[in-house]
């Protein structure tokens, strides 16, 4: 094992642990990712010494959490490189996130004759919020289908982008299938339309550099559990300018200016957009998972999942009985490879799997209509991480073969 890889695993306590008296493999990163002890540390350290509410006491904790607070959301500006800080509003999550886009911007900007268009693999996360929006507003619903690689379909989707699409909504890494989309492509599409375009980032950030202006995003949402940070936080990026112009999502303390007996009017953003308290743990906790993924490197990060996928992939086609969904060229995949074996349902195989320690995920994986379009009811997912390690994809791989020849041998 690479001594920098075995002083990374060295940070996650959770990964010395056995499963069912194995030693524990977590393949399910796609799911949520592990916490490093720096993250925990950080947390902890809030709980300690300086917890107290933001924007509301003067006293020194309050002064200390709010100045604490407020730097992480420089902190992730500068990460996604969007242009102001004032373009970062904190939520409960990726999910949070893109409800409040679909419930503030498409509200306020969707009417008859208008289309909304999202890529058939969506996690429900970034497809029921347009989904509702369309059957509310009693507009029309298109999806963007897959290609014969089972890629986004770059011409389908120059066809369903036309003068009436007002919002693409589109996940930069498939969850299921593993392929990066074209995103900037399809931002320029969108906005050739006159549309705007809502990326769900949540299987991109921590995995590879993102920069919301290359891209031309007009909103981005994440979430920090997938990261190696806390449960319970995410980010919304978006254009300021559109942030502006949108009502208000939730309504209560510290997201107002003013407030009287027959009205009120809003704080400026993105405080407009946060009210109540928040989830101050979580954002100190995302502030760690950052300078983590800072001091181990995206490159590296990127590189050593690379280096995974690329060693496991071959090997993982040459298991007879095993189908595969997402592109086969290895270089247009993120870190999730997901499939099926025949003969054995999907939810049996990750059971199997898991009396060996391997953590992996089975079911739909929140994309029901791609399976559909896939032609399947549910598949295992396996996702890896930068702690994850050649080692544990050797054990993956032994392991399919056991199971696959054990249940062919209790079949017969």
Request: one cysteine or more; charged letters at 25%.
């Amino acid at each position: 094992m690479d001594k920098n890889i075995k002083q990374i695993r060295d940070s996650f306590p959770i990964l010395k642990r056995k499963i069912n008296d194995s030693p524990l493999i977590y393949l399910d990163n796609a799911a949520t990712a592990q916490i490093p002890v720096s993250v925990s540390k950080k947390m902890m350290d809030f709980d300690e010494t300086y917890r107290a509410n933001v924007h509301r006491g003067v006293h020194t904790l309050g002064m200390w959490a709010t100045k604490y607070y407020e730097s992480v959301r420089k902190k992730v500006k500068d990460f996604i490189h969007a242009k102001s800080e004032r373009e970062i509003v904190f939520t409960s999550g990726c999910t949070d996130s893109l409800n409040l886009v679909a419930n503030t911007y498409g509200e306020q900007n969707i009417q008859a004759g208008d289309e909304i268009v999202v890529s058939i693999m969506e996690h429900h996360s970034n497809l029921l919020p347009w989904q509702q929006l369309a059957m509310r507003k009693h507009v029309k619903l298109k999806f963007i289908e897959l290609d014969q690689e089972q890629k986004l379909d770059l011409a389908d989707a120059k066809k369903k982008i036309t003068p009436k699409t007002k919002i693409v909504a589109v996940a930069q890494v498939s969850n299921v299938l593993g392929c990066i989309n074209p995103i900037k492509e399809l931002a320029q599409l969108a906005h050739q339309n006159n549309a705007v375009i809502v990326v769900d980032g949540a299987q991109a950030v921590g995995h590879f550099d993102v920069n919301v202006q290359e891209l031309e995003a007009d909103f981005y949402a994440f979430s920090g559990h997938k990261m190696f940070g806390p449960d319970g936080i995410g980010v919304l990026y978006g254009r300021k300018k559109l942030l502006e112009k949108m009502p208000p999502y939730r309504l209560g303390g510290e997201m107002i200016a003013n407030v009287t007996r027959e009205g009120a009017t809003w704080a400026p953003v993105p405080q407009k957009f946060e009210a109540g308290t928040p989830n101050i743990e979580g954002v100190i906790g995302l502030e760690g998972a950052i300078d983590f993924i800072e001091h181990v490197g995206l490159d590296k990060i990127r590189q050593h999942e690379q280096d995974l996928i690329d060693y496991v992939f071959p090997k993982i086609q040459k298991i007879a009985g095993l189908t595969f969904y997402g592109p086969q060229n290895i270089s247009e995949r993120s870190s999730v490879i997901s499939f099926n074996m025949q003969g054995i349902h999907p939810h049996d195989l990750a059971t199997a799997l898991d009396l060996e320690g391997i953590e992996v995920r089975a079911g739909h994986h929140c994309a029901q209509p791609l399976m559909e379009t896939l032609g399947v009811e549910s598949t295992v997912r396996a996702s890896f991480a930068i702690y994850n390690t050649q080692e544990e994809a050797d054990k993956l791989l032994s392991a399919l073969v056991e199971i696959k020849e054990f249940f062919q041998n209790e079949l017969r």
